[in-house]
């Protein structure tokens, strides 16, 4: 099977009550590692690819990462997605070169802006048998590139998306009713704090989310920002060194919840990192004397695939699906 849009994907998650993940990746292991698991589990998976991973790995180096993942997994349906495209040129310049879907993401422009760049992605996306994924609203945090101060960040408006979605003819929307991105997502002041002294984070905004689906019925709804920072990992890596206080998720019971509306694309990335930087410090901590990246990077990359397991399984309800 080559790669594939998007499309048929997200009309089986939007009737079945799933989401697809859509993963992070910069590195081979990474791309083992989430279509390992992708394959174990019978499960379409969306790799996707920022901005700065391209700046990082070049171009070139993930598509064929990637090419070899389909190679290798024949049977599970695969989409290689831009991750918050900020400019039609990069937009374009991913779909000329062999991706099969695209972000746009021009949420922080005014209304009228957005609209006129992401309907002008599309029109050149679609000649080309590209998908688009377009935003309103912001979140808070820092991915790669992207960066926004928290108290910056807005909801998207419900009365904005019918006219978004008709005058761009975008084939999914991001939309934000409060994940944020990064490792930190929430300040303190945000949260509370449960018995153990961790912070927990202010609900979603599912009343946004419905009143989206009440005006969009039977589209497709992405969320950004999806990672849930699992608590083992961040102990671990303040155990062996780092320095990662107060980092904190979204609750994975939500995010399923979200999966069961017209959520159809989940994003995940953090958890990634975290899963491998914290397998890497505890390896190099309990074994001084290696120097061979193998030795470290194999335990990395089935932490990365332990991890997508689990969120295809117990988050994302797309086991099987492929």
Known sequence: MALVTTTEMFKKAYSGGYAIGA????????????????GEFNSPVILQVSKGARAYANHTYLVKLVEAAVQE?????????????????????????????????????????????TKQVVDYAHDHGVVVEAELGTLAGVEDEVSVEHGSESYTHPDEVEEFVTRTGCDSLAIAIGTSHGAYKFKASQCTRNEEGILVPPPLRFDILEECIRRLPGFPIVLHGSSSVPQEFVKIVNQYGGNMPDAIGIPEAELRHAAELAVCKINIDSDIRLAMTATIRKYMAEHPDHFDPRQYLKPARQAVKDMVAHKIQNVLGSAGKA
């Open 23 to 38: 993963f992070n990746v910069n590195n081979m292991e990474i791309v083992q590692g989430i279509t390992e698991a992708a």
């Open 73 to 117: 997994n024949p049977d599970i349906p695969m989409a290689l997605h831009l991750d918050h495209g900020d400019s039609f040129e990069i937009c374009k310049s991913c779909i000329d070169g062999g991706f099969t879907s695209v972000m746009i993401d021009c949420s922080s422009m005014p209304f009228e802006d957005n609209v006129k760049i």
